[in-house]
Every structure is written in structure tokens, then in C-alpha cells.
């Protein structure tokens, strides 16, 4: 699913999923930094909606997905190069919203970034139901 888009653009990789989380890693290069050379934000933001969006088509039935219609991330560290993880995890997962907690570590496991995504819980049209190829 992630093939021709901004995951795909941005080196997005999910490495991990349990019950409770889902986990994915974006590496701080040219194409993530802003100006000053350290992770744009805005690329931090992407990451966290990524993730977090993806665990809550995760958690809905099928026929069903899910929109982002809020995310706020507050940028603690910066980070100049590596491998960031970030892991969303539910703090509410209902039937027409879901909200999830993101949180954004560096390669030591330093806190970057830590977000809350606001999911619609939407019914899917037929055609764009997510499929396995």
C-alpha cells in the first residue's frame, strides 16, 4: 500500500506489530531534514500519521478505514541523522474515533517527538478497500 507515496518517498518501514502497538522507522537524511539539517518536523508529523493511522485500519472491521481529522506532535529533541522508530499505541479505539498516542525515539531511545492522532472511522467504497498485493 505504501508503494508511489509519501512513505515510500520518506524510506517509511514497519518493523513491528503486537497486540497494544504498531512500529515503524524513518531514517534522518537529506530527504527528512529541513534546512538546518535535522529532522523537519513536518516529516516527523508524516511518520506519526503514518503509523498511527495505519494501527487504526489496523483495528477497525473489515469494510471499514480510517482518516486522520487531528494531529498535534510536540518536537522535543533534535535529531541529525539515524534511524528514528516511532510507536503508536490506542488510547481510545471506539467505533467513529480513535485516538492514538505516537511516540518518536532517536537511535538511543531518546524521546524526539511524541504525538496524538484523531481517527474517523469511515466505511471504505468497495474499490479502495486495502488488499494484499
Known amino acids: ?6 512513505m515510500e518517498a520518506l524510506g517509511i518501514v514497519f518493523t513491528g506489530v503486537g497486540p497494544d502497538y504498531l512500529r515503524a522507522t524513518m531514517p534522518v537524511e537529506a530527504r527528512t531534514h529541513q534546512p538546518y539539517g535535522l529532522l523537519h518536523g513536518g516529516a516527523s508529523a508524516l511518520l506519526a500519521e503514518t503509523v498511527g493511522s495505519t494501527a487504526g485500519m489496523l483495528a477497525v472491521e473489515e469494510g471499514k478505514g480510517c482518516v486522520g481529522i487531528e494531529i498535534n506532535a510536540n518536537h522535543l529533541r533534535a535529531v541529525r541523522s539515524g534511524l528514528v522508530t516511532a510507536t503508536a499505541r490506542p488510547l481510545h479505539v471506539g467505533r467513529q474515533t480513535q485516538v492514538w498516542e505516537i511516540r518518536i525515539e532517536d537511535p538511543t531511545g531518546r524521546l524526539v517527538c511524541v504525538s496524538r492522532l484523531t481517527l474517523a472511522v469511515i466505511p471504505l467504497p ?3 478497500e486495502p488488499s494484499a498485493d
Not at 1 to 6: E, I, N, P, V, W
Open 126 to 128: 468497495p474499490s479502495r
Open 1 to 6: 500500500m505504501s508503494r508511489g507515496t509519501a
